[in-house]
Structure formats: C-alpha cells, structure tokens
C-alpha cells in the first residue's frame, strides 16, 4: 500500500499542467479537485468520498485516474459532485 503522499502526488501530478489538488478526509476519503487552466481558482471537477482503501494497486490507481480524466472531458458544469464517491 503506498502512503498518502504518495498517492496524493501520482494523482496530483497525472492531471499536469492543469493544477490538482487531492485531500483525506477525517473519514479517510479522498477529495479531488481540478482546477481550470486559465483561472486557476475555478474548479473544473471535483468528486468527493473516494474510498482511499481501495486504492491498493496501480491498476486501481490508473482506473480512477482515467475515469476522472473522462469525466471532466465530457463535463459542462464547473463542479461535480458525487455524493456516493467513486466506486474505485
């Protein structure tokens, strides 16, 4: 299992150049926010309640990462906010 830094900083630095930002929640869920390329305090995607735990393997990683690139691909809305998380 890798450690919360760095998973922090594989899915940070996947999104580059765009500016991304992924915290753990009390709960241990994960938050990710990426941000617009022009003004970089406007969130492009956000998802909240990632499981973390399930996180255990570099195909889940990758999954999570790819679903989140498809997703903020075929967003219009600035913000989106899944109450149930990721199923990753």
Do not use: Y
Request: aromatic residues 2%.
């Amino acid at each position: 299992m890798l450690s919360e830094l760095e998973l922090r900083s594989i899915i940070e630095t996947s999104f580059l150049p765009k500016r991304c930002e992924c915290t753990k929640a009390e709960d241990a869920s994960l938050t990710i926010k990426v941000f617009d390329d022009r003004d970089r305090d406007r969130v492009d995607l956000e998802v909240k309640g990632i499981n973390a735990d399930k996180l255990d393997s570099s195909r889940a990683i990758c999954n999570l990462i790819t679903g989140l690139r498809e997703d903020l691909k075929h967003t219009h809305v600035p913000v989106l906010q899944r109450a149930g998380g990721r199923a990753h």
